[in-house]
């Protein structure tokens, strides 16, 4: 029998579709039926490429004589986070608070007002390690809901107060300015590897946002430690297996510190901010290796997860089956040096081995090897390099592919829009701008209503019933943003300014100007999720501060400058103390203190030569955050090319910063000379 998930639009909740548990989603009805009942309310929360998830739900979830003690006892609430981010930002606060870790499978249960009482992540079936079985916490919740009531009401409204009381200190109205740039600077010096590249210990996540910052601050300031810092990592991953180096594409993070052995699940997120990253590494230095990891990983995406409708799928799951029925992590990406020779034949798997790190012990688990790019002396033939690669991209397309998480997620589109359109235009790859285009048309169809109101998450087309969150306005604003400089279609700035409106109306606290994760109007939680760090994406908080201020620049309008500059507050606050945290908010107010330049760029037609050379120009220019408005003498797409007029009918740059001009040129040289280019 299938339970109430059947209904679902999140891959994630249709795996659990045919438990023997009696799962509801995240509804108010599921809360009622725990009050009628008076039981407690089991809340499961994970994602769909989550390997413990699969592992917990197998053990526990599929298991009938759990399901029917869970059935018995509780109300069984399922939430995929990737759709709900503001329950699984408000519990999980609850659980790091109360365990002082955190992570997925989340594990919480809840009286059934929503308040928390007892936490956990995953359970085994049986007990292990010091940690009890799932059956044995269930059995103890149950008792202590039916024998001691009190405490466990008292224990819960405790939490609630305290999370409460835990309001971010924030920063105020006043910008990061030198100080506090050179101080997270230094900050991330400190958690530099400088052996390995990235910042910290094993497990070592792309630090995409962080990377940003030192790319804008080396644009800025000229500093030669903030680009070498970036650059080697950037060389570091991409030699690495956390780079997938037959069909391009980044794993989720390297449980090692030298990048070797990835957890294979590879998220749209990473992807769209790495190869953007890549591309603006390129663009800082020209390195062939930024080019070529860039077009690879925008290729990927759009190969790999785009979906029939034009937007691009969540994610691709870590496991897949080995060829014997049995589910493994890593199965489709990994070899042995025998499976070389079955590919390649004896002499091209000898070469292989050497240049992709293949031993015969292994790096991976049973002798198996992550391919990698290992720094070694000597010159490879390219074309029989090539010749490798090809055959052993073909032979792994036979083997079982990982499943696919083909939901869409707007925030994670948005990201992904920017990306591929500015690869598409550095890179000369009209097709990747069209692929940028197709996203954004879809989330325009589909995922916006008539008030420019955004739903977050969609799937085959079909929309889903949570609303955008405020990670989805301010991505989506970036991506359109992104896209109007690179097309000159002025539309996508007046979408972006309808995006930015509900930021600025129903996210941001109209008296101090803090931002919050969740609309005033949406549905209230036991408490309002607020989080301005960068971790896996850019937080809501310095999205939206990013793409107020570009919009403003655009614009001229005061109100989203404000709103900007009082969003930054609190990377005053937190950049000089947890820089790795905060790293697109640290990019942005690199492009505040920058100005950001305002680039019109006007020729005699949009397929005018000499102007298309002067557009493409201002795209590279390396000035943080500028933006750029392309089009015709006198065309209304943008507020930028009001009163620019040609110079001696020949097309030409208008550069701004700060309310001042510097005088229109013809020449893409000095063009590029003003923006850092």
Known sequence: ????????????????????????????EAFEEARRRDVPVLLSVGYSACHWCHVMAHESFEDQATAGYLNEHFVSVKVDREERPDVDAVY???????????????????????????????????????????????EGVQQAWATRRDEVTEVAGKIVRDLAQREIGYGGVHLPGEEELAQALLGLTREYDPQRGGFGGAPKFPPSMALEFLLRHHARTGSEGALQMARDTCERMARGGIYDQLGGGFARYSVDRDWIVPHFEKMLYDNALL????????????????????????????????????????????????????????????WT??????????????????????TEEGTFEHGASVLRLPQQEGVFDAERIESVRRRLLERRAGRPAPGRDDKIVAAWNGLAIAALAEAGAYFDRPDLVEAALGAADLLVRLHMDEHAGLARTSRDGQVGANAGVLEDYADVAEGFLALASVTGE?????????????????????????????????????????????????????????????????????????????????????????????????????????????????????????????????????????????????????????????????????????????APTTDPERLRAALGG
């Not at 209904?7 to 548990?21: C, E, G, I, K, W």
């Open 1 to 28: 029998m299938a339970n109430r998930l059947a209904q679902s639009t999140s891959p994630y909740l249709l795996q659990h579709a045919d438990n023997p548990v009696d799962w509801w989603p995240w509804s108010p």
């Open 337 to 358: 040096p025998e499976q070389l020779r079955d590919a390649l034949g004896e002499e091209d798997a000898q070469l292989a081995a050497q240049y992709f790190g293949v």
């Open 490 to 662: 002025g539309v996508w700035l007046d979408f972006a300014g309808l995006l930015l409106g509900h930021v600025l109306t129903r996210f941001t606290d109209p008296d101090s100007g803090a931002l919050y994760d969740t609309a005033a109007d949406a549905e209230q939680l036991i408490r309002r999720p607020q989080d301005p760090t960068d971790n896996a994406t850019p937080s809501g908080w310095s999205a939206a501060a990013g793409a107020l201020l570009g919009y403003a620049a655009h614009t001229g309008s005061e109100a989203h400058r404000t709103a900007a500059e009082k969003a930054l507050g609190v990377v005053k606050a937190l950049g000089p103390r947890v820089p790795r945290f905060i790293g697109w908010g640290l990019a942005v107010a690199e492009a505040a203190l920058d100005g950001p330049r305002e680039v019109a760029v006007v020729a005699p037609s949009l397929a005018d030569e000499a102007g298309r050379v002067l557009h493409r120009t201002a795209l590279l220019g390396t000035a943080p955050g500028a933006v750029v408005a392309y089009g015709t003498e006198g065309g209304e797409e943008f507020p930028l090319l009001a009163d620019r007029p040609l110079v001696d009918g020949a097309p030409a740059a208008y550069v701004c910063r700060d309310f001042t001009c510097d």
């Open 275 to 334: 190869c953007r990253v890549y591309a603006h590494l390129w663009r800082a230095t020209g390195s062939e290796l930024a080019r070529r990891v860039a077009l690879e990983t925008a290729d990927f995406m759009v190969r790999e997860l785009r979906t029939g409708e034009g937007g691009f799928a969540s994610a691709l799951d870590a496991d897949s089956d080995d060829g014997t029925g049995r589910h493994v992590e890593g199965a489709s990406y990994v």
């Open 92 to 138: 999980m606060e609850a659980v790091q608070a109360a365990t002082g870790q955190g992570g997925w499978p989340m594990t919480v249960f809840l009286t059934p007002d929503a308040e928390p009482f007892y936490f956990g992540t995953y359970f085994p079936p049986a007990p292990r390690h010091g940690m009890p079985s799932f059956r044995q916490v269930l």
